[in-house]
């Protein structure tokens, strides 16, 4: 079954979910020769587990807050370069910090029953040259909502993910804010974020669900894993998505 049928299933949550409707997750052209994978839909049920507490596979939010909370692993904690952030376990684990079991389809539903405003607008009009951005590019005030992540190692105090970052331009910590939700891609009925197992991005991915807006995105080489913070290797720990920039990064 194609992940289409985990569209017809977020339909009937948003019409069932209190003061939830939204629009479809947006659209954004795929790159020459882009085939669309074919993968099995996840079951899609979503549980109360608190007054404003629900729960959909091993996401938990919050309804009232926006807050969403799922495990991940660290994955890599030094050298680079780093691509992405977080993936899921069964997507590129070789270029991304954190890793993940939950279902990037899993998430996008979460992320449109909380109403969260999901496009690319402008962020990937650096990849166009001139002509196509005066035809294809995208406006700044179509841009997802900002929004900003916290990883938590089991034991220990959430850590803004910016500060997992090392920029190789300056030797620093990555500066904080900087990521908007964009929503991936559906190609052919597929929801991409789950044929290709994109989160977060670093390096500009029109697949990944959430992608970064400052200088730099669209240089693939410039980040990596800053391995004075990171934890070791397999750390689990609990990745928060919060509404707004991040807070302010701390120097080693």
């Known amino acids: 079954m194609l992940l289409r049928a985990g569209f017809f299933l977020l339909a009937c949550l948003l019409l069932s979910f209190p003061c939830l409707a939204q629009e479809e997750p947006p659209r954004v052209v795929p790159k020459p020769g882009e085939a669309a994978a074919e993968v099995p839909a996840p079951e899609v049920s979503v549980k109360k587990v608190g007054e404003t507490l629900y729960r959909l596979g091993e996401i938990e939010f919050d309804a009232k807050t926006r807050e969403i909370r799922f495990p991940a692993?660290?994955?890599?904690?030094?050298g680079g370069p780093v691509e992405y952030l977080l993936v899921n376990e069964n997507g590129k684990v070789h270029e991304s910090i954190l890793t993940t079991a939950i279902s990037p389809l899993h998430l996008q539903i979460?992320?449109?029953?909380?109403?969260?405003?999901?496009?690319h607008g402008d962020v990937f009009n650096r990849l166009l040259t001139p002509e196509l951005i005066e035809k294809e590019g995208g406006k700044e005030a179509d841009r997802g909502e900002?929004?900003?992540?916290?990883?938590?190692?089991?034991?220990?105090?959430?850590?803004?993910v910016n500060e997992l970052v090392i920029d190789g331009e300056s030797a620093e910590p990555m500066k904080p804010g900087g990521w908007i939700y964009t929503g991936s891609a559906v190609q052919e009925g597929t929801f991409m974020a789950e044929a290709e197992g994109s989160i977060i991005a670093i390096y500009l991915d029109h697949l990944a669900l959430f992608n970064m807006t400052r200088d730099g995105a669209d240089i693939d080489e410039r980040w990596g894993a800053r391995h004075s913070v990171i934890p070791e290797i397999g750390t689990?720990?609990?990745?928060t998505i919060l509404t707004g920039e991040d807070p302010v990064t701390k120097k080693d």
């Open 73 to 78: 692993t660290v994955n890599m904690r030094e």
């Open 110 to 119: 979460v992320m449109k029953l909380l109403r969260y405003k999901g496009g």
């Open 146 to 160: 900002t929004v900003s992540f916290t990883f938590a190692p089991e034991g220990g105090e959430p850590l803004p």
């Open 236 to 239: 689990k720990g609990i990745v």
